[in-house]
């Protein structure tokens, strides 16, 4: 009797024909899984990447420590300097290059770009110093670094009269600003708390 003949040996074939595809089938879809897989890890790492270069970007570099503080020759006169408590923000761990730090005070009639005076010094009309260093680790620069701890000193071109309101805007070189909005009061002594 041919091969051909016999009952049940063509199924045989079929079901060994079958198993060596689903086999390849298997190897195939999990070569693609793994490829799909990979693909969609690496996309979500790049995500990652982007999430956290965009923070450390947004959140800057600076924390404003305390109050600002604005000092007047004498009771009932303009203020003359603002200072203001900065620290390098911790939680990013970005340092700031105080040598390319913009601060900009403006008021209603007019907005000031401030330009930087000799550090340690009380500045001059249209200028902003830092005025001490509180807490400083390491050398002393034009880097505030995390953990450390500045007073800047400002001085408008003029004296910001009792009632004034202005905006003061800190912004480190590619970090995001600091903005300030506070009020002269009515009546100053000669160190007032600005809120």
């Known amino acids: 009797m041919p091969p051909s003949a016999r009952p049940g040996i063509d199924d045989a074939f079929t079901g060994l024909e079958v198993a060596i595809v689903l086999i390849a089938f298997v190897i195939v879809s999990s070569v693609f899984a793994y490829t799909v897989l990979g693909t969609g890890f690496m996309a979500t790492q790049k995500t990652h990447e982007t999430v956290y270069q965009a923070l450390g970007q947004v959140s800057g570099g600076l924390d404003l420590r305390g109050q600002v503080m604005g000092f007047a020759p004498s009771e009932g006169t303009a203020?003359?300097?603002?200072?203001?408590?900065?620290?390098?923000n911790t939680a990013t761990g970005v340092t700031v290059d105080l040598g390319r730090m913009a601060v900009q005070l403006a008021t209603d009639e007019v907005v000031e770009t401030l330009e930087r005076g000799t550090d340690l010094a009380e500045?001059?009309?249209g200028e902003w110093t830092v005025f001490r260093r509180d807490q400083s680790t390491g050398t002393p620069n034009n880097v505030l670094e995390p953990n450390e701890q500045i007073t800047i000193a400002l001085r408008p071109s003029s004296p910001l009269a009792p009632g004034t309101t202005f905006m003061l805007e800190l912004r480190p070189d590619g970090g995001?600003?600091?903005?300030?909005?506070?009020?002269?009061?009515?009546?100053?002594?000669?160190?007032?708390?600005?809120?």
Do not use: D, F, G, H
């Open 176 to 195: 995001a600003p600091v903005k300030l909005k506070r009020t002269v009061p009515a009546y100053t002594a000669r160190s007032n708390i600005l809120y």
């Open 79 to 88: 203020v003359e300097s603002l200072r203001v408590v900065l620290s390098s």
């Open 123 to 125: 500045p001059e009309a």
